[in-house]
């Protein structure tokens, strides 16, 4: 009779011998109910059409996997059958696995990708832009490398008053994601005008250093503007898409950031001439301003003015000697017969007077008492004052007088006649 066995027995038995028979096993199938556990360890099902097996990867394992295990995914998984003796249940114990049908850097590359524009890593707005002559630039990359070389190369070709400040890091290999993200976050307290990140070319696995999250996050973190400069322009990586300025190659990005000093000269000899002649121009165009400004104030001045107003006057002073001389001819003219009348008017007046002055002179030598006859004939005078006879009244006293003498008299009675 057969001896009997616990249940851990039995178990114990059981993953013995799986154990042992399924050292390692490779698995196609779908993912389903992937937990991934704050301890590190991912818990997840792998399933086809008809049936499904538990499975699980530890830790460590987990931790080398380039792409996330996602719901739904379709993948190859390489491991060990094993069982959970508490339980019962068998699982495949993971050591790693790949995406069925592509690489496993390739997914992880898109899985990361997806991750990170949905973060807004990618987003446009928040790029920032580089300075047009930079004064200072943080080269982080590897010191003995190539692309060092070729990018101080361009620089003293094309601007040698830069200043390259070399951040010296591992490019590839499993601590290089790190010394370039620490590396990043020291350029960024430099105050440099610029940090270009990047290596030369190789294959996806030589370039995985710059699709790694790490890099990506001191990217974005980042105040001062970066540039991207990794493998040749058919290659793209994570850090090419967060940066804020892409190079297809580490020597393009010296050509992008840096002016040229021979084109710059050129254009700066173009500036001077086309100046030059905008110069020119504007002299010549303000010359005949002043010119016309001055012929301006020449008709509107003072000076013209007052030319203007000598010319009025001498005009006005001519105009008003023409009409003088023509109102004195005018008067002559008239004067003439005036004139004329007027002589003949004086000697007619002057013979009228002389005839009325003999008249006169004949009428007072006829009345002159010396012309008339002596005989009974007196004047009389009243206080010395030849006076009418009918001057006088009764008691007045009066002369009577002739040539040879004055008799005194008085009014003793008044007969009319």
Known sequence: ?????????????????????????????????VTKHGSGHIYFTLKDNDSAIKCVMFKGNAA????????????????????????GEYQINAFSAEPYGAGALAVAFEQLKQKLEAKGYFDPARKKTFPKFPEIIVLVTSAT???????????????????????????????????????????????????????GGGSIEDLWAFNEEIVADAIFAMNTPVM???GHEIDWVISDYVCDMRA??????????????????????????SAYGMITQRLERKREQLLSMQEAFKRHGVEHRLEVQRELVKELRERLNRQMTQRLEQSRR??????????QSIESTLRQKRFMITQLTEGFNANH???????????IARDGKVIDLDELSVGDRFDAMNERRVVRSEVVEIISM
Do not use: C
């Open 334 to 343: 008239e004067l003439t017969p005036l004139m004329e009348r007027l002589t």
């Open 145 to 199: 490398g190539a692309a060092l070389q070729d990018m101080q190369r361009v620089a003293s070709g094309r601007w040698p008053l830069v200043k390259l400040i070399v951040l010296d890091v591992l490019v590839q290999g499993s601590s290089a994601s790190g010394q370039i993200a620490d590396a990043l976050r020291y350029a960024d307290t430099l105050n440099a005008d610029a940090v270009v990140v990047g290596r």
């Open 369 to 379: 008492p010396k012309n008339k006859n002596k005989s009974g004939f007196a004047q």
């Open 228 to 230: 991207s400069a990794v």
């Open 64 to 87: 080398r996997l380039k792409f996330s295990l996602e719901e739904g995914a379709h993948i190859i998984l390489h491991g060990a059958l094993s069982l959970y003796k508490p339980r």
């Open 248 to 273: 297809p190659t580490p020597s393009a990005a010296m050509q992008m950031l840096l002016p040229d000093q021979n084109e710059l000269s050129q254009s700066i000899d173009e500036i001077r001439y």
């Open 1 to 33: 009779m057969a001896s009997t066995l616990s249940v851990s027995g039995l178990n114990e038995q059981i993953k013995t011998l799986l154990e042992t028979s399924f050292e390692f096993v490779s698995v196609e199938g779908e993912l389903s109910r």
